[in-house]
């Protein structure tokens, strides 16, 4: 599905906001995994478009390569999928995601043979994401350094 800007930038402020709002009802809480719900940290925002490609992660069925990638604030990470089977590449925590809204609006399912890439990370920070349908396999966890 192509996104138009408008919808793009939607789409980022919901998540924005839902991330606001996760954060305020859970009080900002400690992180700690106790099995309830904790707050979320934004850890790096969106530009709101794709920006140039900083660095490519492939998914075969060994996991992520690489699993760490550094990018310049503005840029893009693409993931490709060799996988036979889909991937869904969400940012932590599990699973309340959003900690990196560019990964949430970019990203989606990618099935076997696709690619695509997040939106842009406005400031530097670290992204740390998981394939949403099998989120303990540390296989594919991974994390994205923005310089």
């Given at each position: 599905?192509?996104?138009t800007p408008r919808l793009?930038?939607?789409v980022a402020g919901a998540v924005a906001l839902g991330v606001l709002a996760t954060a305020a009802a859970c009080g900002g809480g400690s992180g700690s995994s106790?099995?309830?719900p904790s707050s979320i940290t934004v850890i790096s925002r969106s530009t709101g478009s794709t920006g140039a490609i900083g660095a490519t992660i492939t998914?075969?069925?060994s996991g992520l390569n690489p699993s760490t990638v550094t990018v310049a604030v503005g840029q893009s990470v693409t993931f490709i999928n060799n996988d036979t089977r889909q991937h869904e590449i969400s940012s932590d925590p599990h699973p309340q995601h959003g900690s990196c809204p560019g990964?949430?609006?970019?990203?989606g399912v990618l099935t076997p043979g696709q690619s695509r890439s997040t939106q842009g990370?406005?400031?530097a920070g670290r992204c740390t994401f998981h394939d949403h349908m099998d989120d303990a396999n540390r296989n594919f966890q991974g994390t994205i350094v923005i310089q």
């Open positions: 599905m192509a996104h793009t930038t939607l106790t099995g309830g998914m075969s069925s990964i949430e609006a970019g990203l990370f406005a400031n």
